[in-house]
């Protein structure tokens, strides 16, 4: 296994608080991510809350590449662009470990 598809492991089994759990970030579905982009979009404000603008933007990417690519899960999608987008949905924390 190499480095990257072992960072990829990591960060689709890693565990997103949505309808009321932990569920592995890879099984996402697309209905949960659009949930997670709308819920962040409402929680932006000014002030410090304006640094979740960002943040619910990447959430809104990650359901746009779900939706033209066809997927029905986070982990469908091609490892690159899970890795990539990880850090700016929070998933990861920006040049630091994973989140708990």
Same mark, same amino acid.
């Given at each position: 296994?190499?480095?990257?598809?072992?960072?990829?492991?990591?960060?689709?089994?890693?565990?997103?608080?949505?309808?009321?759990?932990?569920?592995?970030? !890879? &099984? $996402?579905?697309? /209905?949960? #991510?659009?949930?997670? @982009?709308?819920? *962040?979009?409402?929680?932006?404000?000014? =002030? +410090?809350?304006?640094?979740?603008?960002?943040?619910?933007?990447?959430?809104?990417?990650?359901?746009?590449?779900?939706?033209?690519?066809?997927?029905?899960?986070? !982990? &469908? $999608?091609?490892? /690159?662009? #899970?890795?990539?987008? @990880?850090?700016? *949905?929070?998933?990861?924390?920006?040049? =630091? +470990?994973?989140?708990?």
């Amino acid at each position: 296994m190499n480095e990257s598809s072992a960072e990829l492991d990591r960060i689709v089994e890693r565990g997103v608080f949505i309808r009321g759990a932990d569920r592995p970030f !890879g &099984e $996402l579905t697309l /209905e949960d #991510v659009r949930t997670r @982009a709308d819920e *962040l979009r409402a929680a932006t404000g000014w =002030g +410090p809350t304006v640094r979740v603008a960002p943040v619910a933007h990447a959430w809104r990417e990650l359901a746009m590449a779900m939706a033209r690519t066809g997927s029905a899960t986070v !982990g &469908e $999608l091609e490892a /690159e662009l #899970v890795i990539e987008l @990880a850090q700016r *949905l929070w998933v990861v924390l920006p040049g =630091g +470990p994973m989140m708990s």
